[in-house]
């Protein structure tokens, strides 16, 4: 009986993993030292770098192209007061330049990316990991970027013929 | 007309301060953020009575009150305040208040101290006791204030050891608000261009909200000198800088209350206000949704430095039934 519970144990978490592997939002799990623990295949897919090609590598040495300082000042209240933070697009359009996950339709060049920095509490109760997640908002961006357009040729053609009180 | 000007750093409060002026009461209202703008008014005549809270930037109410006396203006105050400590309540009547009211103003109360004072004059046999249909419960108030105080506590001495600075705590404004009021209240933030916002959706069991942050772009400046950043402070940093307050208050005050409310929050994607979309837009699409909504709104300073900002916490009327089931341990007598 009991082998039977480990075996279902097994396949749960078997199928956890799954999940967590192919849920369509990029899952990085780092340590304090910014080293990568986790890399699901959302990251794997876009950015081309295998889990055991960056497992236990520091990150700002895999991507030089991250601004340290800016990334260690964001995931300091992470660290040292468990506290979610969050990074929109319209601070930096992406932290990973990974491209258009639509690459035949998409009208921009790469991937904006919403980023949620949670902390992770190990068994003494002390944030040692960090899970960074990153979602894709190519379509808001885009949306927001188009009517924005709209809007400042609206702007021009009302200064144009005069109707300021349109 | 009668003029009455009100003075306090906090919109909800001078909405609040605003509402509870007698209904029958012709009167032509003014409304000033701090001291400064409150004597600049009254010079200009905009207030026969003035609502004077004491805590504010720029000029606090004893300043102002001093101010008022050396150069003479003639008016009446009456000070409303959540400092509650004997003191200042005494301190305010040797600098010339005529009374003092605590925070929060509620109808009865100034109607009383305004027919007290001679302010008001008596209209008719008016005595009816009218019901108080949308005030909160006292002592639910009460227990909303509590568990937010705390919860500020938190989030405050956290936003002292990342910034290096002395946080002055704020007491919170705790109101049921109509969905006219709210809309009033942000569409104060979009006339005033000089005002930045953030707004973040949060859920937990049976509770839902959003946060707002809110920081007026005067305390850019001072908030990119605590953060050592140099250079020009642009639009860019601005949201930067926008982003990791909102993150830490929001965050740390989620936190802070979850815990007490033993539940855990999710938290959505920040949405920047000033920059996304309209705010009207924003109402009009949550208008129908919405009738009353929980208002909890704290004003924080830095010590030292001209910063300010406004977090309020806006919770569905549905979120009350479950926090006062999870809190029933500090509801009952």
Known sequence: MEELDDLDDLAEFHWMMDMLQTVDVGIVVLDTQFQIRVWNAFMESHSGLLPSQVRDRNLFQLFPEIDQAWLRNKCRPVFELKNRAFITWEQRPYIYKFPNYRPITGTEDFMYQNVTLSPLTGATGKVDHMCMMIYDVTDVAANKKRAEAVEVTLNELKEKTGHRSM | ?333
């Open chain 2, 1 to 333: 007309m009668f003029s009455v000007l009100i003075c306090d750093d906090s919109m909800v409060a001078r909405k609040q301060a605003a509402k509870c002026l007698p209904d029958d009461w012709e009167v032509q209202i003014h409304f000033a953020k701090h001291g400064g703008e409150a004597i600049d008014a009254l010079k200009e005549g905009k207030g026969q009575l003035l609502l004077l809270d004491l805590n504010m930037p720029i000029m606090d109410g004893y300043e102002t009150l001093e101010n008022i006396i050396k150069e003479g203006i003639d008016t009446k105050v009456v000070v409303v305040s959540g400092d509650i400590q004997p003191e200042a309540h005494e301190r305010v009547k040797a600098l010339g208040a005529l009374d003092f009211i605590e925070k929060p103003v509620s109808k009865p109360v100034l109607k009383k101290i305004l027919l007290a004072n001679g302010v008001l004059e008596e209209v008719k046999e008016e005595v009816k006791n009218e019901p108080a249909v949308d005030a909160l419960d006292p002592d639910v108030r009460d227990c909303y204030q509590e568990i937010t105080n705390i919860a500020m506590g938190q989030a405050g001495d956290h936003l002292a050891r990342i910034l290096n600075v002395f946080v002055r705590l704020p007491i919170p404004n705790v109101n049921l608000i109509e969905v006219s009021e709210l809309h009033m209240m942000l569409q104060d933030i979009e006339l005033k261009d000089s005002v930045s916002g953030i707004c973040q959706g949060f859920v937990g069991p049976g509770i839902s909200g959003e946060a707002l942050f809110i920081l007026s772009d005067s305390s850019f400046g001072d908030v990119a000198r605590i953060m050592g950043i140099n250079g020009q402070v642009d639009d860019q940093v601005q949201l930067e800088l926008l982003m990791d307050a909102a993150n830490i208050l929001i965050g740390t005050c989620l936190n802070g209350l979850a815990s007490q409310l033993d539940l855990y929050f999710s938290q959505g994607h920040p949405v920047v206000l000033g920059q996304h979309r309209s705010i009207s837009e924003l109402i009009s699409s949550n208008k129908l949704r919405w009738k009353r909504t929980l208002a909890i709104e704290l004003s924080y300073g830095l010590e030292g430095y001209n910063v300010h900002c406004d977090l309020v916490l806006l919770l569905t009327e549905e979120s009350m039934k479950a926090m006062n089931y999870k809190l029933s341990h500090l509801l009952e007598d």
